[in-house]
């Protein structure tokens, strides 16, 4: 009998970094993958894509820009499988968590499903130790909300609270859809914390276990 190869391909990305708005080697940022999508998006021949992540997160707006290029190649009939490394949590997590299948390690740090900001205020250093004030003009009261060299309100930090809170609501509905749970279901095992690759799976924020060789099958 005669055999023949397929034509068909599996694209694998490897995701491993920080996520972060502009990022050069080891990290992972649009610049670095915008075209990387294109060229998979526009290939026929590939049929899956696999997702190697490796990543302890960072970026909220770069982590969802991500998703939505990962949710545009299912649309295209791609078959999208996750393998996650040593990490893949927060961020690592979010662009991941919308792939048809996701794969974990045993003891891969996976979910921490959750935000926070950090904003550094560095107007009491400056005035007190070193006698260094500044003078502000701006065109509206928010306009120096996310300076380090300015003191802000308690008002400005509740609008930054909220903008922090709206930002994990949407992390867990992204989860809810990719994973078929409710929004309660994510919240319960989300809230920040970290769940070992075997709780992950229990937890229902990962399908089985296994590592890069099996997501790569399951992809086939």
């Known amino acids: 009998s005669s055999s023949s190869l397929s034509t068909n391909r599996i694209a694998i990305v490897y995701f491993e970094g920080d996520i972060l708005k502009n990022g050069g080697k080891g990290t992972i940022s649009m610049d670095r993958y915008e075209k990387v999508f294109d ?11 696999v997702l190697r992540v490796n990543s302890g997160g960072g970026d909220a707006v770069v982590s969802d820009i991500i998703w939505d290029r990962v949710e545009e ?5 791609k078959y999208v499988v ?5 990490y893949a949590a927060s961020g690592g997590y979010y662009i991941s968590c919308s792939a048809d299948k996701i794969v974990t390690q045993p003891n891969t740090l996976t979910g921490s499903i959750g935000v926070f900001a950090m904003l550094p205020d560095f107007s009491n ?10 003078d502000t003009i701006g065109t509206g009261r928010n306009t120096f909300i ?4 300015v003191s802000r309100s308690k008002a400005q930090n509740e609008k930054i609270q909220a903008e922090t809170e709206q930002t994990y609501d949407l992390f867990i509905r992204r989860v809810a859809e990719g994973r078929n749970m409710s929004v309660d ?13 075997e709780d992950a799976v229990d937890a229902g924020l990962a399908d089985e276990i296994g590592d890069l060789k099996e997501a790569i099958a399951l992809a086939a």
């Open 39 to 49: 060229r998979i998006a526009k290939n026929d021949k590939v049929k899956a894509v």
């Open 73 to 77: 190649l299912k649309s295209k009939g």
């Open 82 to 86: 996750a393998s996650f490394g040593d």
């Open 125 to 134: 250093t400056l005035s007190n130790k070193l006698g260094i004030n500044f």
């Open 146 to 149: 996310y300076s380090s060299l």
């Open 185 to 197: 279901e994510v919240d319960e095992v989300a809230q920040g914390r970290v769940w070992s690759g």
